[in-house]
């Protein structure tokens, strides 16, 4: 979003801060929500108690939650939809209000059921949007031609061919230390969404890739970060993001093109060399086969499209 909000300090109670300071850490430790949910979910609040402390023109205090009608929640959805927040968004931060607010009940604090009177606009379908493997490639060759330092240009290479060749989130891959996988290994274990933990097999030209970037890492001990900002820092996602958005400019590539991508294109790939349903959903780390099962709509429509364009009877008229 472009638009600056203030700290939840300034339009709120103190007690009301120190609540929803609680009830983020209940979701990464009790509900184990990963990291960049759980941000997600506090920037979501940040914005809603923004909106109401305008909406009522004081600060906001729990006496005030208990009194927050169907229509002032509705107010706050059309609010953020005016600035053209993505439905998806909109969806996750309905998801995070409920949240907090069955907090509140379940905890004794306070009782409103008005949220759940409220329901946000149906989503769209949206199908992942891979890389063709010739684009892959290019991305992945392009790397060292675009980024100046050559152990930045190895780092991100390192960094894309995980997502790539090993179907990471991003979120997982920057959550990596040192010690947690080596080059001499065929295979490692990440710890996923809800702390749940898959083993993935390392291909060879990731573990050249990390042989490389290991090489000229800045602090390669144990329990650092592997992924590293020019300060030796953790590398922050937004960074990677834009580091992205740069490589597929410079290769003329659409806007789909993000680092979650790399992760759609390994699971697609998978698929259409042969790849079952069952391993995929294991490599990805999905709870559940349907959520796998959308990588085989995108070959179905693929197939679809090779079809229309190529087979001579394709565009003879319905009778």
């Not at 509900?31 to 920037?43: A, D, E, P």
């Not at 309905?94 to 409103?112: C, V, W």
Request: proline fraction near 5%.
């Amino acid at each position: 979003m472009t638009e600056e909000y203030k700290p939840l300090s300034e339009c709120v109670s103190k007690r009301l801060n120190d609540l929803i300071e609680e009830w983020q850490k209940n979701l990464l430790l009790e509900r184990r929500l990963s990291l960049l949910t759980g941000s997600s979910y506090l920037i979501d609040m940040k914005e809603f108690m923004n909106f109401l402390s305008e909406h009522f023109g004081h600060p906001i205090d729990l006496p005030d939650l208990k009194k927050i009608s169907v229509s002032d929640f509705r107010s706050f959805l059309v609010w953020r939809s005016n600035q053209k927040i993505a439905r998806s968004s909109l969806a996750r931060g309905l998801s995070a209000l409920r949240n907090f607010f069955k907090y509140l009940t379940r905890n004794d604090i306070l009782e409103n059921t008005a949220i759940m009177a409220v329901r946000s606009a149906h989503t769209a379908k949206i199908l992942p949007k891979p890389l063709s493997v010739e684009d892959a490639k290019r991305f992945l060759d392009a790397v060292p031609k675009v980024v100046k330092e050559s152990w930045q240009a190895k780092r991100d290479t390192a960094l894309y061919l995980l997502m790539y060749g090993c179907g990471l989130r991003i979120a997982e891959a920057l959550s990596l230390n040192v010690n947690d996988i080596s080059p001499s290994q065929d295979a490692f274990t990440i710890t996923g969404k809800g702390n749940k933990q898959r083993l993935v097999p390392l291909l060879p030209v990731v573990k050249k890739a990390l042989k490389a970037y290991l090489e000229v890492h800045p602090n390669p001990n144990a329990g650092e970060p592997l992924f590293v900002g020019s300060r030796g820092e953790r590398i922050n996602p937004g960074v990677v993001q834009r580091n992205v958005r740069f490589l597929r400019r410079y290769l003329n590539l659409p806007d789909t093109v993000t680092p979650h991508a790399l992760r759609h294109s390994f699971a697609t790939h998978l698929l259409q060399g042969g790849g079952d349903l069952r391993t995929v959903q294991e490599l990805l780390g999905h709870a559940s086969l349907s959520a796998t099962q959308r990588y085989t709509e995108v070959d179905l429509h693929q197939i679809q499209s090779v079809y229309e364009h190529a087979h001579p009877r394709a565009h003879l008229k319905k009778s």
